[in-house]
């Protein structure tokens, strides 16, 4: 199964390539150690770089906020086609309402995709992420190309279970669980950096002019940077775990993002770049609308 | 040299805790780090590498360098009080050769980082050898090894016998006269060097491929984020602000930090005006390379990488520095 999403993303890309449809593919190859990680394929010749498996977790929409916008120069960006899962291409949808990504900028190879495994089960017969166990999607919501057979789907109900125990626990219970994960967050903003979602010229816990958040690396900050990303990515995460993965500290930082999508799921009914026309709540304003709070 | 059981050397470093702070690796929620202990049972004695080196007691991830008080129209200056004198217990050689290199880069020219001073100092080194070459390590790329002792103050190894111990310079002498332990002939077990060996081109070369195409290409997948530098043993920027207390009625307070910073930031290198050298990512991830291996040696007669290998093992997207290494040699060759 894997292999054919890989020789279908190795065709298309060539195709792409020679007919200079895009000006590079997007996707994953294996490094020098054996670890997959993104690629730029700008020639025909190196498609055959690309490799896809479960461990291919990377959501590469984050590059195209590079490419796939337009230029300030003036000129015309370079089309840009991507590999993209199910949740990869909610981010991407997510940009498209944004007005960050030009839908006809890209190409999407879209996977039909079984799911990554667990970070610690990598390698012959490893068990799926939790966070894929309980995705329902198996074919991206648009794409131009689909590689793969769609698998069956047999995710879990998605109960919010991961969210229980911190639910469960008392605000100064909750409180002590991130003030221990955040005691050792370095900020490196690595979680940001592989986020799509978070693409401000300049993040506001960077800011020095004005400055609004001090350079000390102490939990008040790091609680602060936190915190403020992940309501600013209210109904806007598409909940790919890239910050997650990202994190070389291991933070589970997604429970934040994951505790607000249920909050906006309950309030809109909505799920982060689900709809190809509904834009998110949180970028709509609607002048009759009442909300049950 | 000495030898001891782990029974003894916890005995010991219990009682070195009475007098100064011990910094030793011990779990974090799951993650290994290096963190003060009060008891010897919360250090882990068997491991491989940690996430981070023990850098940030030398050169603190945040420092207060000055308080001031304003009370009406007298201002008062307040320096912080220095800090109790520190052992830092298990450092890897690569981590202690860091710290070498950290005092070429701040403690070689004058004028010399006070602060940094006074905390080597007041440090003393036990470093632990380690058996092996981990995952992602190339310190003997660098002109070292797993059992390298030459930058600690008391070196130990493991041996069938127990632990070894030998001490390099005064400071490690005097915490191993602590030790209750026998004398011994024995000489530490050889580590297993086999690993990844990679070749460090001289900054004549480096200056000679610096506007290739490369380095474009290397940074494509980069993701702009502080990980590889905040990692990094060697890397030392910093940034200085002031920030406000809160404070009563006719009084204010500020406080002086200076805080790790990181050259990966596209701000890192904007200048008053608004104008930035290094606006591009490909820039900035070049000269970070070029820091390391063209610059230092230059200016301060070292090269600024360990091989510790971290930078690889933190990296989100893959970028391999012993990969680059490579690359630059390849070009260097085609070059010549």
């Given amino acids: 199964m894997n292999h054919e999403i890989q020789d279908g993303i190795r065709i298309r890309a060539r195709e792409l390539l020679s007919l200079g449809e895009v000006g590079c593919v997007i996707g994953h190859e294996r490094g020098p150690r054996g670890r997959v990680r993104p690629v730029f394929v700008h020639d025909a010749g190196d498609a055959g770089r690309l490799v896809w498996d479960q461990t291919c977790h990377h959501n590469l929409v984050v590059y195209l906020r590079d490419r796939a916008a337009p230029s300030r120069r003036g000129d015309a960006p370079l089309r840009a086609g991507i590999v993209a899962r199910p949740c990869d291409v909610r981010a991407l949808n997510v940009l498209i309402h944004e007005g960050q990504v030009a839908r006809d900028q890209v190409f999407v190879i879209g996977v039909a995709c079984p799911g990554m495994l667990a970070e610690e089960a990598e390698g012959a017969g490893g068990s799926l992420a939790e966070h894929c166990r309980r995705c329902k999607e198996r074919v991206p919501l648009f794409y131009d190309a689909l590689v793969g057979e769609p698998p069956p789907v047999d995710a879990v109900v998605d109960a919010w279970e991961d969210l229980a125990e911190l639910e469960g626990s008392t605000p100064g219970e909750r409180l002590a669980f991130w003030i221990r994960e955040f005691d050792r967050c370095i900020r490196c903003y690595a979680c940001r950096q592989a986020c799509p979602g978070c693409y401000c010229f300049e993040c506001l816990a960077e800011q020095v002019d004005p400055q609004w958040v001090s350079i000390a690396h102490r939990v008040p900050q790091k609680a602060f940077f936190h915190v403020m990303r992940a309501y600013h990515l209210a109904g806007r995460c598409a909940e790919c775990h890239a910050c997650d993965l990202a994190c070389p500290m291991h933070i589970p930082l997604s429970l934040l993002n994951r505790k607000i999508a249920k909050e906006v799921k309950a309030l809109f009914g909505y799920t982060a770049g689900a709809d190809p026309t509904i834009p998110p709540p949180l970028a709509t304003f609607r002048k009759d609308e009442e909300l049950p709070l | ?336």
């Fill in chain 2, 1 to 336: 040299m000495k030898v001891a059981t782990r029974d003894a050397l916890a005995r010991w470093l219990d009682s070195v805790m009475v007098q100064r702070s011990v910094i030793a690796p011990r779990r974090v929620e799951g993650e290994l780090l290096y963190r003060p202990v009060r008891s010897s049972d919360d250090i882990v004695f068997d491991f491989e590498r940690t996430a981070l080196s023990p850098k940030t007691y030398l050169l603190p991830d945040t420092q207060v360098v000055l308080e001031v008080e304003k009370r009406d129209r007298a201002v008062t200056l307040i320096e912080p009080e220095l800090g109790r004198e520190q052992v830092i217990f298990g450092i890897r050689p690569c981590d202690a050769r860091a710290l070498r290199v950290l005092d070429a880069l701040l403690l070689g020219r004058t004028p010399a980082d006070a602060y940094y001073a006074e905390r080597r100092e007041a440090t003393t080194l036990v470093g632990l050898a380690c058996p092996q070459l981990w995952d992602d390590c190339f310190c003997s790329s660098l002109g070292s090894g797993p059992d390298d002792g030459s930058a600690v103050d008391l070196m130990i190894c493991e041996a069938e016998s127990g632990y070894l111990l030998s001490a390099n310079t005064e400071k490690g002498k005097v915490l191993l006269e602590q030790l209750e332990a026998e004398e011994t002939e024995q000489a530490c077990p050889a580590s297993e060097t086999a690993g990844a060996r990679v070749a460090v081109r001289p900054p004549e070369e480096w200056r000679a491929v610096f506007d290739d195409g490369y380095w474009l290409r290397l940074a494509e997948r980069c993701l702009s984020c502080h990980a590889c530098t905040y990692v990094c043993p060697t890397c030392r920027c910093f940034d200085v602000r002031d920030d406000t207390i809160a404070s009563g009625p006719g009084l204010a307070r500020f406080r002086r930090l200076r805080a790790w910073d990181s050259c990966m930031a596209p701000a890192y290198r904007r200048i008053a005006g608004g104008h930035n050298p290094r606006p591009d990512k490909a820039q900035r991830l070049r000269n970070r390379y070029y820091c390391k291996f063209c610059y230092s040696p230059l200016d301060f007669d070292v090269v600024a990488c360990v091989g510790c290998g971290r930078c690889i093992a933190a990296c989100p997207v893959g970028i391999d520095i012993t990969e680059m290494l490579g690359e630059v040699a390849a070009l260097a060759e085609e070059r010549s």
